[in-house]
């Protein structure tokens, strides 16, 4: 009866993440993504934008980018692995957009980004293009994998860089949107990218990430 208890447990914790997150590792490509703007691709299980310039569209420099996800998501976690292989002479730039109002290069957004001049740091983005908090003299590396985290919840937006907060604003703009990534004068690599929150869908539903969560959660027990 015990046993039987503990398999119940675990089912019922498995239902509870697969209903309510989605993880994409490009282990089968990039199929669900809408890329706007770059030259992308995977390979190895990351997925690159291998374009070192930057876009301009009309009179805005604008980033190359990649979108996933619903324009009704509302609140979640979003989290990747990001790198910048290479940066340009300007500004190499990397990060994470999320609450994407629509997939194309005239959407809404937020962009937690990183920047690798040194006199720039972890910086918060709303578009089209206004700052609404960067940290100083925090420049990332070229070649060093960091991992983002954006918590929204209402208004409230909470940027972490592996795992320490780093800014923490509130900003309502933006109500509801789809989540992505982009590059701006850099080559970048993206991999493990997840979206968690009770409008997500499920991780069957979101392309068979079943066995991958049930794995994790038997190693857990």
Avoid at 35 to 51: K, L
Avoid at 156 to 164: E, L, P, Q
């Amino acid at each position: 009866m015990l046993r039987f208890t503990g398999c119940v447990a675990v089912a019922t914790l498995l239902v509870a993440h697969a209903a309510f997150g989605v993880t994409q590792d490009f282990e089968s490509g990039a199929a669900d993504w809408s890329e706007v703007q770059g030259e992308w691709s995977v390979a190895n299980g990351e997925y690159t934008q291998s374009v070192i310039d930057w876009t301009t569209t009309g009179t805005l420099e604008t980033y190359h980018r990649s979108f996933f996800g619903d324009a009704t998501w509302t609140d979640y976690t979003v989290e990747a692995t990001v790198r910048i292989d290479e940066g340009g002479p300007v500004a190499p730039i990397l990060g994470i957009f999320f609450r994407v109002t629509e997939k194309t290069d005239a959407g809404g957004y937020y962009l937690f980004r990183l920047d690798a001049r040194p006199a720039e740091g972890p910086g918060l983005i709303k578009a089209p293009n206004e700052t609404i908090q960067i940290i100083a003299d925090q420049g990332a590396e070229s070649g060093r994998d960091y991992v983002l985290k954006v918590e929204v919840e209402g208004s409230d937006i909470r940027c972490y860089v592996d795992g320490v907060l780093v800014i923490e604003t509130t900003d309502d703009t933006f109500a509801t949107g789809a989540v992505g990534v982009g590059t701006f004068d850099a080559v970048g690599t993206f991999d493990d990218v997840s979206v968690t929150g009770a409008d997500i869908p499920s991780a069957v539903e979101a392309g068979g990430k079943l066995p991958t969560v049930w794995a994790r959660l038997r190693g857990a027990y």
